[in-house]
């Protein structure tokens, strides 16, 4: 787990990028610590893809300062960086060459050694499952192999930070755990940024998450800190007949602080570190308004949770 001691592998500092009168990232400043896995996190929109391409030198910000590993980065010249590694959202492989080529091709581009760039090449298509697929061509691919090899194509000249942008988008299950697991053995020795949508992902991979919204940064840290936003660890649904839980909103909010209930549907949520008590008291509403009690259920409070009350339940384009 990263420590505030840690050195800081990236460091970014009142970054901005404006699209026309669009603000994409406000003046975002976010320290990463070496060797730790940051999940990297908003609704879409938000502008995380924007801040990645800025943090690995593709995009020029209009304002503030990006550090790897307390050097300067001067955007336009990453590719010739051997410290950063990119998987984006969208694949970038060779569709004529074979797997191992193109990987031992990236490879050669980082001026590995030829024996060097063959050795890592075969290493990371067994790591991610193509070992059989060496001799494929990149276009005969499943959608999920040309992700796994996207990934590779990133690490083939073993960085010290990657960044990945929705890694485990169009992967199988059995996909996302062998990417996942990969990414948990260099926890220590490779610094990972990683955006996702996939908040069980994040929780189970990432020793800190961050999260921003409309461009700014609205909260970083572990999982287990981020919950206590919430002001309880477990949460209890109470589940009364379809749409009751709107009608039972108001009777119940003048019980406790704002933003103690949620309504969901048929769902009552309700987060408080006096649950029991209060929920004694949401019972006793239910019953005055003559609704259905379907049941109460009590639950892990968990990062969609977080996620949701700092964003809000609004769809984004």
């Given at each position: ?5 840690q ?10 990028k404006?699209f ?17 896995i940051l ?5 879409n929109?938000?502008?995380?893809t ?8 593709l995009l020029?910000p209009?304002g503030?300062?990006?550090?790897i590993?307390?050097?300067?980065l001067?955007p336009?010249?990453?590719r010739?960086?051997?410290?950063i590694?990119?998987a ?5 492989i060779w ?10 091709l990236?490879?050669r581009?980082?001026?590995?050694p ?5 050795a890592?090449a075969?290493h990371?298509?067994?790591?991610f499952?193509l070992?059989?697929?060496a001799?494929?061509l990149g276009?005969?691919?499943s ?6 090899l ?17 890694p485990?988008?169009g992967?199988d ?6 990417v996942r697991?990969?990414?948990?053995s ?17 929780e ?7 999260i921003?919204?409309?461009?700014k940064?609205l ?6 800190r ?7 660890s477990q ?5 009364v007949?379809?749409?009751?839980s ?7 909010a003048?019980?406790?602080p704002?933003g ?13 570190t ?6 004694a008291?949401v019972?006793?509403e ?13 639950r892990d409070?968990?990062?969609?949770d977080?996620f949701?009350?700092?964003t ?6």
């Open positions: 787990m990263a420590t505030h001691e050195a800081i592998a990236l460091r970014v500092d009142e970054i901005s404006h026309g009168d669009l603000v994409a990232v406000d003046r975002l400043s976010l320290d990463v610590h070496r060797g730790e999940g990297f996190l908003g609704p929109g938000a502008g995380k924007t801040a990645l391409r800025m943090m690995c030198g020029r209009d503030g300062t990006i550090e590993n307390g050097k300067p001067v336009g010249r990453s010739g960086i051997r410290e590694g990119v984006p959202q969208n694949l970038v569709e004529t060459l074979t797997c191992v080529e193109q990987l031992e990236a490879a581009l980082y001026d590995q030829p024996r060097v760039a063959r890592r075969e990371l298509l067994e790591v499952g070992a059989d697929k001799r494929r276009k005969t691919l959608g999920g192999m040309q992700r796994r996207n990934i590779a194509l990133g690490l083939v000249h073993e960085p010290e930070l990657l960044f990945l942008d929705e485990q988008a992967l299950p059995q996909s996302r755990v062998l697991d990969y990414l948990q260099l926890r220590g020795t490779m610094t990972i940024v990683i955006t996702t949508h996939d908040m069980e992902e994040a189970k991979l990432a020793d800190r998450v961050c921003i919204d409309r461009g940064l909260v970083v840290d572990t999982v287990a981020l919950k206590n936003h919430l002001g309880a949460l209890i649904e109470v589940v007949d379809a749409g009751a709107q009608s039972l909103l108001p009777a119940v003048k019980l406790a704002p103690t209930f949620v309504a969901e549907g048929e769902k009552l949520l309700l987060t408080s006096g649950s029991t008590a209060l929920l008291r019972l006793d239910v019953s005055r308004l003559g609704l259905h009690l379907v049941g109460v259920h009590m409070a968990t990062l969609e977080v949701i009350g700092l809000g339940r609004r769809l984004r384009e």
